[in-house]
């Protein structure tokens, strides 16, 4: 499965944006989709995750409450819904994907840019 992640952009702090993952191959739907986004100089880190049925989520405390997970297996495409955005969410955001059984994210999209102005 390849992963083509987009909707990055500059907005300002306390807007919003959507970003998207679309999905290549027919397996998508039996994968748990994550978010994760790496700032400059930082290492990357977890941001929230979908499970395939698109019934359970799960987010780091930093942005629950503002951003919501979200999937369309019948269009192969997760989201991102970012809202009240901070400075501090500036980063590159990557999507990924876990199999059921695995243990470690092994299949990476490109990033998309987000940088929020104060």
């Known amino acids: 499965v390849q992963l083509q992640a987009s909707g990055g952009g500059l907005v300002q702090a306390g807007g919003s944006l959507r970003l998207s993952c679309a999905a290549s191959g027919r397996t998508f739907s039996s994968y748990i989709m994550g978010w994760f986004r790496q700032a400059p100089g930082m290492e990357r880190e977890f941001v929230a995750s979908?499970?395939?049925?698109?019934?359970?989520?799960y987010y780091s405390n930093s942005v629950k409450g503002r951003f919501t997970i979200s999937r369309d297996n019948a269009k192969n495409t997760g989201y991102l819904q970012m809202n009240s955005l901070k400075p501090e969410d500036t980063a590159v955001y990557y999507c990924?994907?876990?199999?059921?059984?695995?243990?470690?994210?092994?299949?990476w999209g490109q990033g998309t840019l987000v940088t929020v102005s104060s």
């Open positions: 990924a994907l876990r199999s059921l059984q695995g243990t470690s994210y092994n299949n």
């Open positions: 979908i499970n395939p049925f698109g019934s359970y989520t």
